[in-house]
């Protein structure tokens, strides 16, 4: 089993920027997929980006193109999340998740992922 620690929430100024960490722990050799998604008081949770444990390969949502990047350090089994030019409407509780599924649903599914981190919250006062 895979365990997941995120990190590095706050509260930030519109236009500032944010690093979340995901810190993987344990059976980290089944993970093909990382993904970071999100989730805004009386809203579902929404795809943010993906990238593949073994290549690098990366998706985003649309409202992270250009903003966020994600990365991944496989020898120090971390995913982040860098944030620039956040939004008011960034406001969210972070999720960073893995998946173990090779092929079948699309990796902004939120159905595709096993593992789940606790979650960090991330403030962009308006």
């Known amino acids: 089993q895979v365990q997941l620690v995120e990190s590095g929430g706050g509260m930030v100024q519109a236009g500032g920027s944010l690093r979340l960490s995901c810190l993987a722990s344990?059976?980290?050799?089944?993970?093909?997929?990382m993904g970071w998604f999100r989730q805004a008081p009386g809203k579902d949770r929404e795809f943010v980006a993906a990238i593949s444990w073994s290549s690098g390969v990366t998706s985003y949502a649309d409202s992270a193109k250009g903003r966020f990047t994600i990365n991944r350090d496989s020898a120090k089994n971390t995913v982040d999340l860098r944030m620039d030019g956040l939004k008011p409407e960034d406001t969210a509780v972070y999720y960073c998740a893995a998946s173990s599924l090779r092929y079948g649903r699309t990796w902004n599914d939120p159905l595709r992922y096993d593992v789940w981190g606790q979650g960090a919250q991330v403030t962009v006062p308006s």
């Open positions: 344990g059976r980290t050799v089944s993970v093909y997929v």
